[in-house]
């Protein structure tokens, strides 16, 4: 059974920076994508950020471009969002997501979610 948790939400002022990690458990099999998405108060939930685990091809939200990296490490199945310059329009509850076979920027092809960590960004 695979398990996400998700960290290092919090509280921060427009223009601080956070970093979110993401560790998957559980199998030893890498997975094939991990993302990031993030849900705001009466909102979809939007897609953030995504990594290609083999050859670390990277996908982002046009918001975010310039601001957030995604990064991995391998060898701990982990995902990690660097978050600069933070907006009050970041604020929401931010999940990661993994997938074996696939993995885009849709939250349909992602079969394993975490239990999402809350960014609050105050103006």
């Known amino acids: 059974q695979v398990q996400l948790v998700a960290s290092g939400g919090g509280l921060v002022q427009a223009g601080d ?13 890498s997975f094939y994508a991990m993302a990031w998405f993030r849900q705001a108060p009466g909102q979809e939930r939007e ?8 050859g670390g091809r990277t996908y982002y939200v046009d918001s975010v471009k310039g601001r957030f990296t995604i990064s991995k490490d391998n ?20 999940y990661c997501a993994a997938d074996f076979n696939y993995g885009g920027t849709a939250a349909y092809e992602y079969d394993y979610w975490g239990q999402g960590t809350q960014v609050t960004v105050s103006s």
């Open 17 to 29: 920076s956070l970093r979110l990690s993401c560790a998957g458990s559980g199998r030893t099999r």
């Open 47 to 54: 897609f953030v950020a995504a990594i290609r685990w083999n």
């Open 75 to 94: 060898t701990k199945n982990t995902v990690l969002l660097q978050m600069n310059s933070l907006k009050a329009e970041d604020t929401a509850v931010y």
